[in-house]
């Protein structure tokens, strides 16, 4: 983007300065020509008056009178029936092989006055004059590639962090961004992606906790269904009730793989992004981020990662998420910041801490939700970082309140993250 500003900006200020430049040279020159040619002219006028008042006078020509009229380096030749031929000076046509400017004027007794001087003076004022219309074309061009610079870059920066921002939207950081850049448009398509992103982060906490119910009563219901089911075919006295019952239960259980499914499904599509990551390159990069705010504030932050642990996950989301964390813990918290991972199970464990007073019992409960905070900010962070978390298959919980202590739950990668095969879900126990 950048580029394509600096060229376009550059290839205007040199159309401009050619525009300009080549007739600008073109008229100064052609004037320096016409100064030049309307002062021999004069000066030819002037000498024939003056030769015109000696014939009026009855004197005879006498070219050591007009000599002061006539310009230095200059050749004089005066033509007249009563005196003949006479001239003044050397001739520069000899010298300067035709390059000359003359001039003539009528006298009396039908002579002429012809005023002949050497044009290479004028082709250095000519020289001069064009060289500095090219000096000044070149520091517009050069001005202009100064200003287009800066212009690009005060363009391309609020652009490209536009575009970031908007990519962190797709890939579900729904956190607003107070920068503004002084430019109206782009000012304008910040507030509309932080409005669209505040919908967006309420339309996707309502569909979860949509899902989420949907799929609690449909497993209560399955299970209750599922329960009468076995009951009734264990009774092998009714043979035929026992037979439709079994037939009943497996369509049941059918259809609770098929919830499994439709619900991993759902999951994978949040999670397209997750990848395979090595957890203590990536919580370095992140803890690298904000060392030089918590040492500004004089706090330090530890760091205890196991090489080799590896976690399924969107790299961009557990960067926000982790990161909306450790803003929290320098907002709100205290002491050392300790970051720490571990496998468990099926599951990696990110825990995030720091030695605050922690969270107020009467929010413990309700941190999570959107607007809810202790220390005046806006309460949004923490619901979306479990909202970019969710996202990615896991899960994002308050272990400890007092000091305050948050466990990021992470999927562990399997044989399809890498291979790129479907593996069937596992059906959680009725």
């Not at 004089?298 to 760091?303: C, N």
């Not at 998420?321 to 599951?347: E, F, K, Y």
């Not at 107020?360 to 619901?383: K, M, N, Q, W, Y």
Request: charged share 25%; hydrophobic share 45%.
């Amino acid at each position: 983007m950048r580029r394509r500003i600096l060229r376009a900006i550059l290839l205007a200020v040199a159309v401009t300065g050619f525009a300009l430049g080549i007739p600008l040279g073109y008229t100064a020159l052609k004037v320096i020509g016409d100064v030049e040619q309307t002062t021999v002219t004069w000066s030819a006028q002037n000498i024939a008056v003056n030769l015109d008042d000696q014939f009026a006078s009855g004197r005879s020509i006498n070219l050591d009178s007009v000599s002061k009229m006539v310009p230095e380096g200059a050749y004089l030749v005066v033509t007249s029936n009563a005196t003949g031929t006479q001239t003044l000076g050397t001739d520069p046509d000899r010298d300067h092989d035709g390059d000359v400017i003359t001039a003539s004027a009528r006298i009396a007794h039908q002579g002429t006055v012809l005023l002949t001087v050497s044009a290479q003076p004028l082709r250095t004022r000519q020289i001069q004059v064009a060289g500095l219309v090219v000096l000044l074309v070149v520091l517009s061009v050069g001005t202009g590639t100064v200003v287009a610079t800066v212009t690009a870059r005060r363009l391309a920066e609020p652009l490209k962090h536009v575009a970031d921002r908007a990519r962190r939207l797709g890939a579900g950081d729904f956190r607003p961004d107070p920068n503004r850049h002084g430019v109206p448009e782009l000012d304008q398509v910040s507030e509309a992606l932080d409005t669209s992103a505040d919908a967006l982060a309420l339309l996707v906490q309502r569909e979860r906790e949509l899902v989420g119910d949907v799929s609690h009563q449909l497993r209560s219901r399955l299970t209750a269904l599922q329960l009468r089911l076995e009951s009734l075919a264990e009774y092998p006295e009714e043979q035929e009730t026992a037979g439709e019952a079994k037939a009943a239960l497996e369509q049941a259980d059918r259809l609770a793989e098929v919830l499994d499914e439709l619900l991993a499904a759902a999951r994978a599509a949040r999670a397209v992004g997750a990848e395979p990551i090595d957890l203590r390159d990536e919580l370095s990069a992140i803890s690298s981020e904000w060392r030089d705010p918590l040492r500004a504030e004089g706090r330090t932050l530890r760091l205890r990662v196991p090489d080799g642990l590896l976690a399924r996950a969107t790299p961009a989301r557990l960067r926000e998420a982790i990161g909306v964390l450790l803003d929290n813990a320098l907002r709100h918290g205290a002491g050392t910041v300790t970051v720490t991972a571990r496998q468990d199970d099926s599951t990696v464990v990110v825990e995030v801490s720091d030695g605050g007073d922690g969270v107020p019992d009467e929010l413990a409960g309700h941190i999570f939700e959107r607007g809810v905070s202790g220390g005046g900010s806006t309460g949004v962070g923490l619901a979306l970082a479990r909202a970019l978390v969710d996202a990615d298959g896991g899960r994002l919980e308050l272990s400890t309140a007092r000091p305050a202590m948050f466990a990021v739950f992470l999927p562990v990668p399997k044989a399809g993250d890498v291979l790129g095969v479907n593996w069937r879900s596992e059906s959680t126990p009725r």
